[in-house]
C-alpha cells in the first residue's frame, strides 16, 4: 500500500524558546520533495509554564500557534491542520498535565465555557495568509 502523507503531531510547549523555525522548513520541503502531503495533527500549546494573567497567557498561547503555523504552511504540501480538541472544556491535558498553580490549562481555541479565545483569530489569520495549495482527492 503506497503512502501518500507524513502526520507530524503539533503539541507546543509554551513559556520555553521555540523548538521550530528554519529546520523545521527545511525538514516540510524534504518531505515535500519526495512527494507527500504533509498532516499536522493534535496541535495544541502546553501553558503550563507561562505565568501572568489569564489575558496574557492566552496571548502567549495565541503567537505560538500563529508563529508555528506561519512556519508550517508556508510549505504547500502541508494540507491538513487538526487541534487536540477544540474546547479547554474537554481537554485531557487538564487532568494529566495540570497548572502547578491551581489554574486551569489553557491549550485549545475554545475556553472551558465554550467561548472563543484570542487563538481563534491566530488560527483564521494564518489559515488566511497561507499560499494556495492543491489537495489531492
Known sequence: MPVH???LQGHLIGGRPRAFGSGLRRFLAEV????????ITE????????????????????E????????VLDEPAVTR???WGLSDRYTSKAGMFPRPDGQGVRPL??????????????????LAGAPKRKIRR
Open 81 to 83: 491542520v487538526t487541534t
Open 32 to 39: 515535500a520533495a519526495l512527494g507527500l502531503e504533509i498532516h
Open 109 to 126: 481555541p475554545f475556553d472551558a465555557d465554550l467561548r472563543p479565545k484570542i487563538v481563534v483569530q491566530a488560527l483564521m489569520d494564518a
Open 64 to 71: 505560538i500557534y500563529r508563529t508555528f503555523l506561519d512556519t
Open 43 to 62: 496541535l495544541d500549546v502546553d501553558d503550563r509554564k507561562i505565568t501572568g494573567a489569564l489575558e496574557r497567557r492566552d496571548g502567549v498561547v495565541a
Open 5 to 7: 502523507a507524513l502526520a
